[in-house]
């Protein structure tokens, strides 16, 4: 019998199911091994039970919370696609201020359906089995840990930083060009995709596991960037870690 | 009685439709938007300028590009930035990518399940394996447009103020060139299908809306034009467009002088259909589609027609990029101390406006998105009322169907106007 999966999100931009989407060939022959029972965006029903089900999005409403532990209650591995799912990704960018002042100045009204509630990622409230970082995911990193549990594998996610990757592809680093790049505390594994497109890295994967941080402040300080400027941009999609 | 959709499938986002009737008649019929509000105009505040765009990507997977260049062209006329004639090509081209990609997804992932009366593409796989490769051959080449232009199908990485950070190279677009028009047959066919289909009928006047033609299809044109005759610069659309807020819905809505308004593929197609390619002319016609009819179900047609009309564009632009090198990608990042503006592009659903202010250092202060979808809700709600009415003599089962299929017409986007469907027939 065929792997069940299902697509599920909550606040987000559905980049993520689109790059699922985007496989395309390779979608195709994926499933020939799983079946797609429930994906809002592409298919009409739903499923009592699913073997995989990948998250998108963050939580902000009280519904949201309630749909989630739905979506646990009848997965059995359940995984969080994105960042925003993951840690909150850009969707916290606001806890700055309260959901309150945040009305004020978008809607200039305070409806009761217009309430939300900071940003959470999707640990917070459920366990979370596995993730997929990145905004978007990278699509041959979604392939590879959909493999490695229809192998009954551990999936795993690179443990190096993106400098790692970015230095094996031979690209100018983003520091000679002034530029403040979070690619050697970031997690690896988008084939340093941002420097090759000619900007830096904005750290959307979110930390490694153990950053060694005196070696970055010391690449901070040689190239005369601050403390708050690193911190700027490693707000952009880390808002809810810890900085090292 | 209350008829009810809940979570509509096969769009992009969450929304309700919730219709009470009584005695034969419909007392009320509200579409409700409930997708999370994310408050992206709030969050702008107090971020550098070269960082706006890349934020602002994030409202939205789908139309990540047309925010992006949006957001770049706006601040750019803010700050006084000038775009190298070569970057504006290469952003027709990433444009062009991003409406092709998302109208072929809408027409075959998200439209033509109502037409063959399956839950979704993937379940003719067997039956129907030449349609479904064909359907995810050309999605792949309107991605590969995105990615040698933009480093990625969404969210790109290589756009930046002043242009490009990143060129294709030559090899590359012509590569893509060899595959565009390898997918001219698959097109053919795919006329051929959405020819074949029998679309509801359904008539009611409407204002369109769009920018300009220029001398080309509309696009990136500063200048808006109204099928009422009036044309006005992207500036001052404050004056002509009142954004107001329903409580049934998490997207704000817009309205004009005139009321409600319809913006896309039709609004597009009835402005600027004297500038369509040669092929879109001709599919026009194979479609049997009038670029001034008012048939909102017909926007798939108009969605096709634009496919052709904008795979064309694209072998003609990158000829020419390929004829006039791309030597000259990205201009000088020089801003001026602060400043604000607006600017309109075409994005695949249709009108979308930025307007950013910028203090003297650069940082935001202020911004302010309109979104194509939360333009025609009001439209979709009006066709709605006037639609229902002639459809209460048929079965339930049938009406929830055919509202579904009217407000897939649209290709909402919900996840930019703030996301899902569901309809509550009462």
């Given at each position: 019998m065929k792997t069940k999966i299902g697509f599920f999100d909550f606040a987000g931009c559905e980049g993520c199911q689109l790059t699922v989407m985007n496989l395309e060939e390779q979608l195709l022959q994926v499933l020939q091994l799983v079946?797609?029972?429930?994906?809002?965006e592409l298919h009409s029903g739903s499923a009592e039970q699913i073997d995989i089900a990948f998250v998108e999005g963050s939580i902000c409403r009280p519904g949201d919370r309630e749909r989630l532990l739905e979506i646990r209650r009848r997965s059995d591995i359940l995984i969080a696609l994105g960042s925003c799912a993951d840690n909150g990704g850009v969707n916290a960018?606001?806890?700055?201020?309260t959901p309150e002042v945040l009305r004020q100045e978008v809607y200039g009204a305070d409806l009761p359906h217009l309430y939300t509630e900071t940003p959470h990622a999707l640990s917070k409230l459920v366990k979370v089995d596995y993730r997929i970082p990145g905004?978007?995911?990278?699509g041959q990193e979604f392939l590879a840990i959909l493999q490695a549990l229809l192998l009954k594998q551990q999936p795993e996610l690179p443990g190096f930083a993106v400098c790692v990757e970015c230095k094996l592809a031979e690209y100018p680093c983003s520091f000679d060009y002034g530029q403040v790049c979070m690619g050697p505390i970031t997690r690896a594994g988008c084939r340093a995709i941002c420097i090759d497109g000619g900007t830096h890295c904005?750290?959307?994967?979110?930390?490694?596991?153990?950053?060694?941080t005196s070696p970055y402040h010391r690449i901070l300080e040689e190239h005369g960037l601050t403390v708050e400027e690193i911190l700027e941009q490693y707000r952009?999609?880390?808002?809810?870690e810890r900085p090292a | 009685m209350k008829i009810e959709l809940d979570y509509?499938?096969?769009?992009?986002g969450h929304a309700h439709l919730v219709i009470d009737r009584e005695a034969g008649k419909i007392t009320s019929c509200q579409l409700q938007i409930v997708e999370t509000p994310r408050f992206f105009e709030a969050m702008?505040?107090?971020?550098h300028y070269s960082d706006v765009a890349t934020i602002v990507?994030?409202?939205?997977?789908?139309c990540s590009i047309s925010h992006t260049l949006a957001s770049l062209m706006t601040t750019e006329a803010a700050l006084g930035i000038e775009v190298p004639v070569q970057a504006q090509l290469l952003r027709c081209l990433l444009s062009y990518g991003e409406i092709v990609q998302s109208h072929l997804l809408q027409l075959y992932?998200?439209?033509l399940p109502d037409y063959f009366n399956?839950?979704?593409?993937?379940?003719?796989?067997?039956?129907k394996q030449e349609l479904v490769a064909r359907a995810l051959r050309l999605k792949r080449t309107a991605n590969r447009i995105c990615e040698v232009v933009?480093?990625?199908?969404?969210?790109?990485?290589?756009?930046?103020?002043?242009?490009?950070?990143a060129r294709p190279e030559a090899a590359e677009l012509k590569k893509l060139r060899q595959e565009l028009v390898a997918g001219l047959p698959d097109l053919e066919a795919t006329v051929e299908l959405f020819a074949s289909f029998e679309y509801p009928q359904f008539c009611r006047q409407r204002e369109t809306l769009s920018v300009a033609p220029d001398?080309?299809?509309?696009?990136?044109?500063q200048q808006i034009q109204s099928s009422c005759g009036t044309n006005y610069p992207a500036t001052i659309y404050r004056e002509e467009i009142e954004e107001y807020i329903s409580p049934q819905s998490t997207a704000k809505l817009a309205r004009n002088q005139h009321g409600s308004y319809m913006v896309g593929p039709q609004a597009r197609l009835r402005h600027g259909q004297d500038k369509l390619s040669a092929m879109a002319k001709r599919v026009c016609s194979a479609l049997d589609l009038?670029?001034?009819?008012?048939?909102?179900?017909e926007n798939l047609k108009a969605r096709l027609v634009e496919v052709v009309h904008f795979t064309e564009e694209a072998l003609h632009t990158i000829d020419e990029l390929l004829l006039c090198g791309?030597?000259?990608i990205r201009g000088k990042d020089?801003?001026?101390?602060g400043g604000c503006s607006t600017a309109a592009v075409e994005a695949p659903r249709g009108l979308l406006f930025h307007s950013y202010q910028f203090d003297a250092k650069g940082f935001l202060k202020a911004a302010d998105c309109v979104i194509p979808t939360a333009q025609n809700l009001a439209a979709v709600e009006a066709d709605l009322q006037q639609l229902l009415p002639e459809l209460l003599k048929l079965p339930e089962s049938q009406i929830k169907q055919r509202l579904e299929m009217l407000i897939r017409a649209y290709d909402p986007c919900l996840s930019c106007s703030t996301h899902l469907l569901k309809i509550d027939l009462n």
């Open positions: 079946e797609i029972v429930e994906f809002r960018l606001g806890s700055d201020r905004c978007p995911i990278d904005r750290g959307c994967r979110g930390l490694i596991d153990n950053p060694r952009t999609f880390n808002v809810n | 509509l499938t096969r769009i992009e702008l505040q107090g971020r990507a994030r409202v939205c997977g789908v992932f998200m439209a399956t839950p979704s593409l993937f379940h003719l796989l067997d039956e933009g480093g990625r199908p969404i969210h790109p990485v290589t756009t930046c103020i002043g242009g490009f950070s001398d080309r299809y509309p696009l990136h044109n009038n670029p001034n009819g008012l048939n909102p179900f791309m030597t000259q020089t801003p001026s101390a």
